[in-house]
């Protein structure tokens, strides 16, 4: 596995929503071209931009969200790319760790990418985040990592608490109205 080739095609895959995320993206397919290190070595920050692979878990109409005590938001669950890893086994890893269930089918490429500095206890860095999806049902056990985690809670699309939520919450709900029908 060639690890930057293959960061470089899933940030190439995604089709940009708007201007925003085009030169996200065009700046992030940059820094992979830069050779500068992915992965997170180090917690928190080092290097001071990372990769991350979030996760939003969907039932129809509906995005299942944790209440992370460190970013102190309503978040898709997700977590820092590995050295060497692909960001899709990422996925499936953090949410075996974070939710405890296997992805029950293949994780597609990502619908997003997002450039964010962090904000709550260990602000300081920032991540470049690809936004998976993973259909879930809405009654699928959890067991989620309360040493990570205060709550997890299902909410409806319209219903999801923005003003305390990742920054490109809202600019993903559109893009997911539009990917979901």
């Given at each position: ?122 602000a300081g860095h920032t991540d470049v985040s690809l936004w998976y999806l993973v259909q879930a049902r809405r009654d699928q056990a959890l067991q989620f990592d309360r040493d990570e985690f205060h709550a997890v809670r299902w909410f409806a699309f319209d219903e999801v608490p923005l003003g305390r939520s990742d920054p490109h919450m809202a600019r993903f ?9």
């Open positions: 596995m060639d690890f930057r080739a293959d960061i470089r095609a899933e940030i190439a895959s995604i089709q940009a929503l708007d201007a925003l995320e085009a030169q996200q993206q065009r700046e992030a397919l940059a820094w992979v071209d830069s050779g500068a290190e992915l992965a997170r070595l180090a917690k928190p920050a080092t290097p001071p931009i990372h990769l991350v692979a979030y996760f939003a878990v969907v039932a129809p109409g509906e995005l299942l969200l944790v209440d992370h005590k460190n970013a102190q938001l309503w978040l898709p669950s997700g977590g820092h790319v590995e050295p060497g890893e692909h960001p899709r086994d990422t996925v499936a890893r953090e949410l075996q760790e974070e939710l405890g269930f296997a992805p029950p089918h293949p994780i597609d490429a990502p619908l997003m990418i997002t450039r964010s500095d962090t904000v709550g206890l260990t709900l559109s893009k997911l109205r539009a990917f979901c029908g």
